[in-house]
């Protein structure tokens, strides 16, 4: 799956790369622990994203999603 996302990225027109990431939490504890690196990779690279949104739902899923500008 790697190389049909780096193929997709080679192309040389103006793009905006999403990422979207679920994550099936036991906990809260858990939920803290991937709001804690998100809130890390936001601050270390916060120039880096057009967006980020983390939402957490029902039965500890949470959802972050990640657009680079």
């Given amino acids: 799956m790697k190389s049909i996302v780096k193929d997709l990225e080679n192309i040389s027109v103006k793009k905006h790369v999403v990422t979207s ?4 939490c036991s906990d809260e504890k858990q939920e803290d622990e991937v709001f804690e690196a998100v809130r890390d990779v936001i601050t270390e690279n916060i120039n880096d994203f057009a967006k ?15 657009i680079q500008g």
């Fill in 21 to 24: 990431i679920e994550y099936d």
């Fill in 52 to 66: 980020i949104t983390y939402d957490v739902e029902a039965d500890h899923k949470v959802k972050v999603e990640v």
